[in-house]
């Protein structure tokens, strides 16, 4: 599996991302139960509200060899700032929509 993950911009100076490593590293959280290695191809944020350029990131980190689009918990659960973004699943449809549906994408990480 590669993943490309996709970050809250607004979460960018409280964490340096370190659940959503973990939680790959040691296959908790939304990749409990992957069999395969996960590579993370890249690691890039929303571009900020309304998330419009989560789209043109993604399809760049499909470019770059992603199989999978994982949105981390920033943006659906609000870690660490305890506000979930108000435009997940309006970026969440818009991202599927520009990337395909072979493309897997996943809500969270950790």
């Given at each position: 599996?590669?993943?490309?993950?996709?970050?809250?911009?607004q979460?960018?100076d409280?964490?340096?991302?370190?659940?959503d490593?973990?939680?790959?590293?040691?296959?908790?959280?939304?990749?409990?139960?992957v069999?395969?290695e996960?590579e993370?191809?890249?690691?890039i944020?929303?571009?900020?509200?309304?998330?419009?350029?989560?789209?043109?990131r993604?399809?760049?980190?499909v470019?770059?060899?992603?199989?999978?689009?994982v949105?981390?918990?920033?943006?659906?659960?609000?870690?660490?700032?305890?506000?979930?973004?108000?435009?997940?699943k309006?970026?969440?449809?818009?991202?599927?929509a520009?990337?395909?549906?072979e493309?897997?994408?996943?809500?969270y990480?950790?």
């Amino acid at each position: 599996m590669k993943v490309g993950i996709i970050r809250c911009m607004q979460t960018e100076d409280f964490c340096p991302g370190s659940a959503d490593f973990k939680a790959i590293r040691e296959k908790t959280g939304a990749f409990e139960g992957v069999e395969e290695e996960i590579e993370i191809v890249g690691f890039i944020n929303c571009g900020g509200c309304p998330g419009k350029k989560a789209v043109l990131r993604a399809k760049e980190l499909v470019r770059r060899g992603a199989d999978t689009i994982v949105f981390a918990s920033c943006i659906q659960k609000g870690t660490p700032i305890g506000y979930p973004c108000p435009f997940a699943k309006r970026m969440k449809e818009i991202v599927a929509a520009a990337v395909g549906d072979e493309m897997k994408l996943i809500d969270y990480t950790h």
